[in-house]
């Protein structure tokens, strides 16, 4: 069984920041990528920004040079530094990661979803 576990949210002013953290535990044979979406109100579910398992990040457009993603392989972890918060970055933000698994002496890959971060920017 495996669990992600999303933390770090909140309310915060427009231009604040606020840093997610996310912690996959279980048994865990390895982790591929790991990623952040959010989910406004009203709106589809989008990519905010994702990390290979060697490092290397992606962005969506409205996230870059605001947040920063990283991932801690030791932890099992994943964060989301976020600056410069405004009000169209409320939502509700969740992890997801590829992971590996080893059930019935057989390798699994699969994808697995936090239960979500509520993030709200208002003044």
């Known amino acids: 069984q495996v669990q992600l576990v999303e933390s770090g949210g909140g309310l915060v002013q427009p231009g604040g920041s606020l840093r997610l953290s996310c912690a996959a535990s279980?048994?865990?044979?390895?982790?591929?990528?790991m990623n952040w979406y959010r989910q406004a109100p009203g709106k589809q579910r989008e990519l905010v920004a994702s990390?290979?398992?060697?490092?290397?990040?992606n962005y969506a457009d409205s996230a870059k040079s605001r947040f920063t993603i990283s991932r801690d392989n030791a932890k099992n972890a994943v964060y989301l530094q976020m600056n410069s918060l405004t009000p169209e970055d409320t939502a509700v933000y969740s992890c997801?990661?590829?992971?590996?698994?080893?059930?019935?002496?057989?390798?699994?890959?699969?994808?697995?979803w936090g239960q979500g971060t509520q993030v709200t920017v208002s003044s």
């Open positions: 279980g048994s865990i044979f390895s982790i591929y990528a």
């Open positions: 997801n990661a590829r992971i590996t698994t080893i059930q019935n002496q057989r390798a699994m890959v699969e994808d697995y």
């Open positions: 990390i290979t398992g060697s490092g290397s990040p």
